[in-house]
Each structure stands twice: as C-alpha cells, then as structure tokens.
C-alpha cells in the first residue's frame, strides 16, 4: 500500500493497480493538489508495464462528488481556468492509458466524478451509487468532459436532459443506458471488481491491448473505417506467440499460458 497524497493511495495485487480517494469526509471531492497527485499517478502508470488493470475508486458513500465547491468561492477566473485545464489533461491522461481502466463507483459519482469514470474503459456500481452532472445548479457546466462523453456514450438526448436538469441518476438506469456495465450490493462490490480486473489481467496483453484500441478508435469515423482498424488489428495478432499458445492449447486442451508477444 503506498500513500500518494493525504487523500490517495494505491494498493497492488499482482498486474492490477487499485488507486483509491479517501476523503470520506467530503464524499471524495477533488480539491485541485488532489487533481494533481491523481494526474502524476496517471502519468507514471503510462510506462508502467507491470499494471496491466487499473481500478479507480472512492471510499464510503462518495466516489467522487466533484469538484472541491470550497475551492470555487476563493479563486480568480485564471485561478479558474487553470484548474479547468488540468482537469482536462489529467482526464485525458486517464482516457488514454494503455492499461484496461475500471471505475468501481462505491457512492456519489457527481460532476468531475461522473466524468472520470466515463473516461474509463468500464463502469462497474453499488446499487448505491449516485450519478449526475448537477454542474447547471451552480451557474456552471460542466467542464471535464461530462456533456462530449455522455453525449458519446448514452446519446444526445439522455446526455441533455442530464446536464440541463442536473438530477441524480441510479445505478440500474445507467445499466440500461449503457453507461455502466454490473450493479452489485455495496459491500460486493470491490471483490466482484478486483475479480473481473484479474479476469482481464489473465488474458493476452497484445490481445487485450489491440481490443481497446479497435473498440476506442474505432467509433471515431464511420463504420467502413472501423472495419479496416478491426481487421489490421486482428491481422496484426494473428502472427503473435500469444495466438499460436492460445489455439494451440485449445486444441491440446490445456489451459494457455501467454508471454505477452
Ligand atoms: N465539494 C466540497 N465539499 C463537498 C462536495 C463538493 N463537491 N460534495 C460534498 N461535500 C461535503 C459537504 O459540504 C459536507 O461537508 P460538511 O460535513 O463539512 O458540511 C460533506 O461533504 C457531506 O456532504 P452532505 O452533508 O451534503 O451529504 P448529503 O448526503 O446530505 O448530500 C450530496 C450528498 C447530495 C452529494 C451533496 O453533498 C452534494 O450535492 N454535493 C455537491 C455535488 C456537486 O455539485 N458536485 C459538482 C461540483 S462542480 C464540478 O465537479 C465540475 C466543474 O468543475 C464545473
């Protein structure tokens, strides 16, 4: 278990990293130092091959609520959108790790909360979780991304009614929208999370790796284009030691054992 910041640590199990927000207190609210010990987490996980899942989390009823409101009354429009920027970088950041992201979403998922977890490959929640974009109560939008990603992931319609609206929305009708992929009891939840990681984590990191490129890139242009960046990819996997065990242990089988090449 390492501290990375009086309201972060990480702990590891093997190829899965588990970054967890201990702000109770506050229901996970991100002040900006917060946001940066975060975004130099991120950074350092870019290049870190030992991590092939990470799993991101909050702690009692908060994921993440948002922004740290507290910081808002106190700060200059630059001091503003100096904060906006890094918030973005850092969701950027997140959105584009090479590993597999999970956000397993324990309580309040709220403005930049709900954001970092549409910026994650899945979306796993309590049956308690909460979700919004409430940003439109404050005078405000929001700003790291909410109104682009949910508009991509659950459609324009269920995106503008979120964010003009602002309401809280529930586990299970985000399962339905899409946006998230199992609900459980809340006190499963890290162990049904931590498991599917390591699912993830056993299988074929080239694999793996190939998959959430096609599946990221390739609803960026149209269908004919993703076509092509699925088949080059699944091309370029054919010729791999990793494909050759994989077939061959199945027809042996065997359980396969994967070198990652
Ligand atoms: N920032 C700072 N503190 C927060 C917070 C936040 N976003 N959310 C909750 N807290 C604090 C509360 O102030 C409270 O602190 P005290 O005990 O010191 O009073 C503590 O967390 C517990 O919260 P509540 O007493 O309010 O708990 P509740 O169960 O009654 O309500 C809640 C929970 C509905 C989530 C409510 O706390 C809430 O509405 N929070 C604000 C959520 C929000 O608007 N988030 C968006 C922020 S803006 C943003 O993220 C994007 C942007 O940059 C534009």
Redesign the pocket.
């Known amino acids: 278990m390492r501290r990375l910041h009086e309201h972060l640590i990480e702990d590891r199990r093997d190829e899965v990293a588990i970054l967890r927000i201990e702000r109770e207190?506050?229901?996970g609210?991100?002040s900006r130092s917060l946001v940066e010990s975060i975004g130099s987490y991120f950074e350092a996980l870019r290049d870190d091959p030992a991590v092939r899942v990470l799993l991101l989390t909050g702690t009692g009823?908060?994921f993440i609520?948002?922004?740290?409101?507290?910081?808002?009354h106190a700060v200059s429009s630059d001091e503003f959108d100096s904060?906006?920027r890094l918030?973005r970088r850092v969701f950027s950041t997140l959105e584009s790790l090479p590993q597999i992201t999970i956000a397993a979403v324990n309580g309040?998922a709220?403005?930049?909360?709900f954001?970092v977890a549409l910026c994650c490959d899945l979306v796993v929640a309590a049956e308690r979780a909460?979700f919004?974009?409430?940003?439109i109560?404050?005078g405000?939008?929001?700003?790291?991304g909410?109104t682009q990603r949910l508009a991509r992931a659950a459609g324009i319609r269920f995106a503008t009614e979120a964010v003009l609206t602002?309401r809280?929305i529930d586990a299970d009708e985000l399962r339905a929208s899409g946006v998230v992929s199992r609900v459980h009891p809340a006190g499963e939840l890290m162990d049904r999370a931590i498991e599917l990681a390591e699912e993830i984590a056993g299988r074929p990191p080239m694999a793996v790796a190939e998959a959430k490129h096609v599946l990221r890139t390739g609803l960026e242009g149209g269908l004919e284009d993703g076509l092509t960046i699925e088949q080059q990819a699944l091309s370029r996997l054919f010729g791999t030691a990793d494909a050759a065990e994989g077939i061959n242990a199945f027809l042996n089988k065997r359980e396969p054992r994967f070198v990652g090449r």
């Open positions: 207190e506050a229901l609210a991100l009823k908060g609520a948002g922004a740290d409101i507290g910081e808002y904060y906006q918030s309040y709220l403005g930049g909360g954001e909460r919004g974009l409430p940003e109560k404050l405000l939008l929001p700003g790291g909410g602002g809280f």
